[in-house]
């Protein structure tokens, strides 16, 4: 099994619809959850994190973390064309507890968003 | 808003080659890290560095890798003997301490 498991799509949905991205994930040790845009021939941009279970609000982004299932989500409210990208789910163990650690990223949803 | 630079943008190098990418953390973060992305393929997690030693290497960053801080600001990966499966984009992260990593946008690196 994976660890990090992500629909790779693509996904494609009309401006101002609500769109949902998941990932599920097999390890348990992963404590920190982070959701990261990547622009074509850019690198990830950190979007949103969120620290075990429970939900975080940014605007028109939601993250949701349950833990029980392990299944992280990704919801972006009035879908806009330039939140066309790949987003990719990136949890963490936090590793010595000094800092998140390394990254485990999903394969990355890619995502468009047309007028 | 401060962020991560990576140099070259795009390095084209013979098998064989050693090829030093450069990156600038951010200036007040105390970790760095180094991920690659094969065209098509999920980003890898390769080194994370912490007080100037390696605290995390996967298994890819094997003996032909290896990383330095050489001054208080430059934070770089060398690659000693490039092969043709060496060829994806490299990525440099920092962070500060319990907080998520910011990623720079990467240096191509081709093998010929």
């Known amino acids: 099994q994976k660890e990090v498991e992500q629909d790779p799509g693509p996904l494609s949905v009309p401006e101002g619809a609500i769109v949902s991205l998941n990932c599920t994930y097999s390890n348990s040790a992963f404590q920190y959850f982070m959701w990261y845009r990547q622009y074509s021939r850019k690198g990830p941009e950190l979007l949103m994190y969120t620290y075990s279970s429970g939900n975080k609000e940014d605007g028109r982004f939601t993250a949701q973390v349950d833990k029980s299932s392990k299944y992280i989500s990704l919801f972006i409210r009035d879908s806009q064309p330039s939140d066309s990208a790949t987003y990719l789910c990136a949890p963490a163990g936090g590793a010595g507890g000094t800092s998140y650690g390394k990254l485990t990223f999903g394969q990355g949803t890619i995502l468009t968003v047309h007028p | 808003e401060p962020e991560v630079t990576q140099t070259p943008s795009h390095q084209v190098t013979q098998m064989g080659q050693e090829v030093i990418l450069r990156c600038v953390p951010i200036s007040n973060h105390l970790y760095f890290y180094w991920y690659r992305q094969i065209l098509g393929q999920k980003v890898e997690f390769l080194v994370s560095?912490?007080?100037?030693?390696?605290?995390?290497k996967s298994e890819i960053f094997d003996d032909q890798f290896s990383v330095e801080r050489p001054d208080g600001s430059n934070f770089t990966l060398k690659i000693r003997s490039t092969k043709l499966e060496d060829s994806a984009m490299y990525f440099c992260?920092?962070?500060?301490?319990?907080?998520?990593?910011?990623f720079g946008d990467g240096t191509r690196l081709s093998i010929l």
């Open positions: 992260a920092s962070s500060l301490q319990y907080q998520p990593q910011h």
């Open positions: 560095f912490y007080n100037n030693e390696i605290s995390e």
